[in-house]
């Protein structure tokens, strides 16, 4: 069986396509290196990777598709992290959506029998229930640059659900809440657990955006991993929420972390962003329903992992 992973040089495309590649799949990569990173490609004899835009060279992707055969197709490339969704709208959402219409474009009469989506929790906006399922409903601002990412991941949903039910093929739509792990974007454009990394070990001033009360629920990367290729191989035409339950706030990450590595602790806090969300956690019923022995790694665990990674190649 052939997987291509799109975004494989990324963070989770780099650990889905370890994955897929351990349980004796056939893995193509695509990525432009916008942020994932040479090294993080997987060396190994069954995967193979083209370096690619899939915004500018729509033709050369439709070219790699009917060569490869493909059977599943996850798209996960995008333009993520937090500070672009401020600094980048309009490339963030114009980008988002042109690279996945590209994507189902090549799928027409090809080998795709399933499309697995990476979306995101950004689309349930500040969410009006706490554990949030699936069923709530997508809320959009256009008033905050911020939803530029969350309106091209709900627009993607869309194109993937519609496209696949006219073509008939298969789907997965994937709304993934904050991931944790090794191969972590570190600079600014990070997400919040690599920046602490980053700021604790290059003794920068800790600060904190907002007043650290706004919770996030952590998931470690091979818990996703795991997650998503087990789904992909039992679950079709489905949205499913993937992420841990544990809410945890923000100072209270900070503070495991600062304990972790028997640092000192004095945050300062810096304006909050621009309609940054309170709080966010799945409901992920649907998910255990369907995974029994979902989540395993905790965030203690997970952190550990983490922090040893970055600091063996440090
Ligand atoms: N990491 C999370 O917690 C999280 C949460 C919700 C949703 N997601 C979604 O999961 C997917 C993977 O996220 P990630 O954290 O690994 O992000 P990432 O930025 O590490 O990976 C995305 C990859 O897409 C590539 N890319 C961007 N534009 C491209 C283009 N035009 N052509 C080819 N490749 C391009 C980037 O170079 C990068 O390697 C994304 O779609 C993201 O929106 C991630």
């Known amino acids: ?67 490869e055969k493909p059977e599943w197709l996850f798209h996960y490339a995008a333009i ?8 980048i709208p309009y490339q963030v ?17 090809s080998s795709v029998k399933k499309i697995i989506y990476a979306s995101s929790s950004e689309v349930y906006g500040e969410p009006l229930n706490i554990p949030t399922p699936e069923s709530h409903p997508i809320l959009l601002n256009v008033h905050t640059v911020r939803d530029s990412y969350a309106s091209s991941k709900a627009i993607c949903e869309f194109y993937v659900k519609l496209f696949a039910n006219k073509k008939g093929i298969e789907y997965l739509i994937l709304r ?16 919040v657990i690599p920046e602490f990394i980053n700021k604790m070990f290059e003794d920068k001033k800790f600060t904190i955006i907002g007043d650290g009360e706004q919770t996030r629920s952590f998931c470690y ?6 997650v998503v290729k087990k789904l992909t191989e039992n679950v079709s035409n489905e949205i499913v929420n993937v992420g841990n339950d544990k809410e945890t706030s923000i100072i209270n ?16 806090f810096l304006q909050e962003r621009e309609y940054d969300h309170k709080r966010r956690c799945p409901d992920i019923s649907k998910l255990k329903k369907l995974i029994n022995d979902y989540p395993k790694i905790n965030l203690d665990e997970g952190l550990y992992k983490t922090l040893k990674d970055y600091k063996m190649k440090k």
């Open 1 to 67: 069986m052939k997987a291509l992973v799109t975004g494989a040089a990324g963070f989770l495309g780099s650990f889905l396509s370890e994955e897929l590649l351990e349980n004796h799949y056939e893995v193509v990569g695509i990525d432009n290196f916008f942020r994932g990173k040479k090294e993080y490609l997987p060396k190994h004899k069954n995967f193979i990777f083209y370096d690619l835009d899939l915004v500018k060279e729509k033709d050369k992707f439709a070219r790699i598709v009917k060569k």
């Open 80 to 87: 993520n992290g937090t500070k672009y969704f401020y600094d």
């Open 93 to 109: 959402i114009d980008n988002n959506i042109c690279m996945t219409q590209n994507v189902l474009s090549a799928c027409e009469n």
């Open 176 to 191: 993934i809440f904050n991931t944790y792990g090794p191969h972590m974007d570190t600079s600014e454009y990070g997400q």
């Open 221 to 226: 990367v091979t818990d996703h991993t795991r």
């Open 253 to 268: 990450l900070a503070e495991i972390m600062h304990k972790m590595e028997k640092k000192e602790f004095y945050p300062e």
